[in-house]
Structures are given as structure tokens and as C-alpha cells.
Nanobody, 125 residues
Framework: VQLVESGGGLVQPGGSLRLSCAAS????????MGWIRQAPGKEREGVAV???????IYADSVQGRFSISKENTKNTLYLQMNNLKPDDTAMYYC????????????????????WGQGTQVTVSS
């Protein structure tokens, strides 16, 4: 499967952005998909994941501010990010796997063999 992200940019603290991930090359609805981010000098961090039946999980740092969703008919994954903070500044990657991942491990980046090229999100005044 090929993944292409869009929607990143520069936003002020407190602002919002919506990231999109267009998937092609496979049956989109059978995948567990998510967003992983990496800030300069930091390890990759799982942000949000949605499985094939719509079950979601979020990192504590974004719970209540971010929302992950998908449109199977458009083969597109979204990440709505509200009340953005400077600590949210990172490269955001769309990821996917066809394998079942136990919920406890769904935010672990190593669970995902398919990655997009990333889209940069910068939160700054």
C-alpha cells in the first residue's frame, strides 16, 4: 500500500490543522492505520490509531485534542488536531498494517510496515 500525507503547515498555538493520508494499492478497509510523529532529536511517538472496525486509541499527550477518522469510500485517513501546542511540532507520518495488533501495542511505531513520506507540522507564534 502507498500512503501520501498532506495538510501540514505552520500554525499558531491554540490553532487547528487537519492532516490527510491518501492510500492506494490495497483494500483500505482491512488495515489498521495511524499517525506517528517525530520531533527533532526525539524518538518516534505513536499519536493515534484506528483499526478496521473504527476502534481508536490516542497518546495521552493528544487525548481530547486530536481526533482520528477515516473514509473507506475515499481511501483516506484523517487527523484533526485542535488546540495545538508547540510540543506538537514534528514530522507526522501516516502508517498502516494488515496484521492484527493487540490494542496495548497499537501506538508502537515498529508495528507498522507501511509509512508515508511525512508532512511537517510546526506550532509557533
Amino acid at each position: 500500500v502507498q500512503l501520501v500525507e498532506s495538510g501540514g503547515g505552520l500554525v499558531q498555538p491554540g490553532g487547528s490543522l487537519r492532516l490527510s493520508c491518501a492510500a492506494s494499492g490495497a483494500s483500505f478497509d482491512v488495515y489498521t492505520m495511524g499517525w506517528i510523529r517525530q520531533a527533532p532529536g526525539k524518538e518516534r511517538e505513536g499519536v493515534a490509531v484506528i483499526d478496521n472496525i473504527g476502534t481508536t486509541i490516542y497518546a495521552d499527550s493528544v487525548q481530547g485534542r486530536f481526533s482520528i477518522s477515516k473514509e473507506n469510500t475515499k481511501n483516506t485517513l484523517y487527523l484533526q488536531m485542535n488546540n495545538l501546542k508547540p510540543d506538537d511540532t514534528a514530522m507526522y507520518y501516516c502508517v498502516a498494517t494488515r496484521e492484527y495488533v493487540y490494542w496495548r501495542y497499537r501506538l508502537q511505531p515498529l508495528r507498522y510496515p507501511y509509512w508515508g513520506q511525512g508532512t511537517q507540522v510546526t506550532v509557533s507564534s
